[in-house]
């Protein structure tokens, strides 16, 4: 074993506390709000790391937090924050990425999601299932009136001929091929 490969496998090593450390510092939790590390948010964040950069990306995440003194053992809280803010500053895209998709993967936690239910705002695990309850249209308070789209009522609507487009036939790019 190289050097070399001795530091990648040392850093790779603590690669798992750094990432929760940074993601509490991010989700510290309380007054009943677990932190981000307690639900496990950096699971799905490294996960979505890899999906849409490589397997490299985690090294280059291991060496940031090697860089910012990730898993922060032995640091007071307000050294813990100016680690994370030298990280933004410092690497503003890389931080901007990884805070973005820890605030994401929070909010879509079901425990999280059960948690904001609870206090009264409705969110569900699920909404597409069932949707969430709306009060009926009403044309004199909710018609766009900033003159950007327009309000065309439902029976006004006509369908659109596709059968041009050889749907059945004609794959396209994008869709369902990056999923």
Do not use: C
Not at 136 to 151: I, K, L, M, S, V
Request: net charge negative; charged share 25%.
């Amino acid at each position: 074993m190289t050097l070399q490969d001795a530091k990648k496998g040392a850093l790779l090593a603590k690669l798992a506390p750094s990432v929760a450390a940074f993601v509490d510092e991010l989700l510290p939790g309380g007054d009943g709000w677990p932190s981000g590390a307690t639900i496990g948010v950096q699971f799905p964040l490294v996960e979505r790391l890899i999906e849409q950069n490589g397997e490299q990306a985690l090294m280059a995440l291991a060496e940031t937090l090697d860089r910012i003194g990730a898993p922060f053992d032995g640091m007071d809280p307000d050294a813990r924050v100016e680690a994370v803010k030298s990280m933004e500053a410092n690497e503003p895209a890389r931080f901007g990425w990884l805070r973005d998709a820890a605030f994401q993967a929070y909010y879509e936690s079901p425990i999280v999601v059960t948690l904001i239910d609870a206090a009264g705002t409705p969110y569900k695990i699920l909404p597409h299932v069932s949707g969430y309850d709306l009060p009926r249209f009403d044309r004199a308070t909710q018609t766009p009136r900033h003159n950007r789209g327009r309000y065309i009522p439902t029976d006004q609507v006509a369908p659109v001929d596709t059968s041009g487009l050889n749907l059945d036939t004609v794959k396209t790019d994008k869709w369902g091929l990056q999923r």
